[in-house]
Every structure is written in C-alpha cells, then in structure tokens.
C-alpha cells in the first residue's frame, strides 16, 4: 500500500539555522510526492511538489529531491526565518490516494 | 481563485445535535476530499469523491457520519447524532484528477461538541 513517514517533531532551531525534515514513502507505481506548510488556524497550503524521480521542488527557499533508490523526499531549507514556524506535511499521491505523514512541528527562535 | 470555501468557520453544539458541514470547491476541480484533523490522530481522509461520485468512504468513523455531493460545486459533510470525540477541524480539499495535481485546502471547520 501506500504511505508516508516523516520525522517527528517538534523541531525548535534558531534564526539562519539549516532546517532537514526527513520523509520516507511506501508505494507501488510512481507517486506524486508534496510539501505541504500549515499555519496556525489554517489550512494546508502546497509548499513544493515533484513528479518523478531526481525532480527536485522549490519554493520560498525550500528543497527536496524525489529520491526513488531512497525512497525519499526530505525537505531542506538553508537558512531558516521566525515566519517559517509551522507545521510541514509531507504527503504523495498515487491515482485518488493522497496519504499524508503525521506533520512535524518546526519553531524559529529570533 | 477563491479557493475552496468552508462553512462555517466554528461550530459550537451539543451531544447528539446534528451537524453539516459545507464546502464549495475550486471550480474545474473534479476531486473532493474530506479529512478530520485531531492532536491525536492527525490528518484522516474521510471520503473522497470523483465526478460527484463516493470513490473511498472507508474512512468515515461510522454511520453518523455521511457525506454528499449533489453537484460539482458543493458538497456536505453530516454529523447525525453528534458525540463529544467529534471534535476536531474538518478540511475539504479539492483537486484536478491527474496525480500530479495538489490538493488546495479549505481554512477548515472547527467543531466543538459538548
């Protein structure tokens, strides 16, 4: 079947700090894999998205390569703000199956 | 792009009251999904729909719980009777079919049941 493990948080790093969320996936076929950011009272937002293997994803200063030989899809960010304190989801899609990880928790300290 | 529309926003009410949510997806998305967000649980997908049609209901806790989906454009989500572990944020997420597609999230419904 197919599923999503990513690190557990909560992850608390100071202003310009190098940010690594780890996520591992299970699946048949060749999945869509996603970051998703989640702020306070919100609801998920797509952060970046890669569709096949060694695409790599970016948006706002965040990373992660589709690695098919690890199955991953860790999300990296080199210098890390106050306003990126969120919860990070990473997910995949494989058809109408969209299976999320448990989200990890980040918090910037100024 | 309006997004996907959620009502309402909180819903405050007591044990086994009805409850319906409501959802208006983007329009030209196909895909409706339903999930239930929890501290204890997470992310659950509940339902999701295709062309307005149930796809996977196996996530719906149990027959208190049912959805519909009338036309494209809207969607429910029912609570008939309602129990205090129903609280939580309830989400629908819409998308295009392809596999590449992201879902785009509602701001979510926060239920309190009491």
């Known amino acids: 079947g197919n599923s999503v493990t990513q690190m557990e948080g909560p992850v608390t790093l100071s202003e310009e700090a190098f940010l690594t969320i780890n996520c591992t996936y299970t699946?048949?076929?060749?999945?869509?894999l996603f970051w998703y950011v989640q702020y306070p009272g919100e609801g998920l937002q797509l952060l970046l998205k890669?569709?096949?293997?060694?695409d790599k994803g970016s948006n706002k200063g965040f990373e992660a390569t589709y690695r098919k030989e690890t199955t991953s899809f860790h999300l990296e960010k080199g210098s890390v703000q106050v306003s990126d304190s969120a919860v990070y989801f990473c997910?995949?899609?494989?058809?109408?199956?969209?299976?999320f990880g448990a989200g990890t928790r980040l918090t910037v300290k100024p | 792009d309006a997004g996907v529309i959620q009502s309402p926003r909180h819903e405050v009410t007591e044990m086994g009251q009805e409850v319906t949510l409501r959802c208006k997806p983007i329009?030209?998305?196909?895909?409706l999904f339903w999930y239930r967000q929890t501290m204890m649980r997470g992310l659950e997908l509940l339902i999701y729909f295709n062309n307005n049609v149930p796809i996977d209901d196996s996530g719906m806790p149990e027959d208190r719980f049912s959805a519909k989906m009338p036309n494209a454009s809207f969607s429910t989500l029912k609570i008939q009777p309602s129990e205090p572990r129903d609280s939580a944020v309830y989400f629908c997420?819409?998308?295009?079919?392809?596999?590449?597609?992201?879902?785009?999230f509602g701001n979510g419904t926060r239920l309190t049941v009491t």
């Open positions: 997910a995949l899609r494989n058809n109408n199956d969209m299976r």
């Open positions: 699946a048949t076929g060749y999945p869509s």
């Open positions: 997420a819409s998308s295009r079919t392809a596999k590449d597609s992201p879902l785009h």
């Open positions: 329009s030209g998305h196909n895909s």
């Open positions: 890669a569709t096949k293997a060694d």
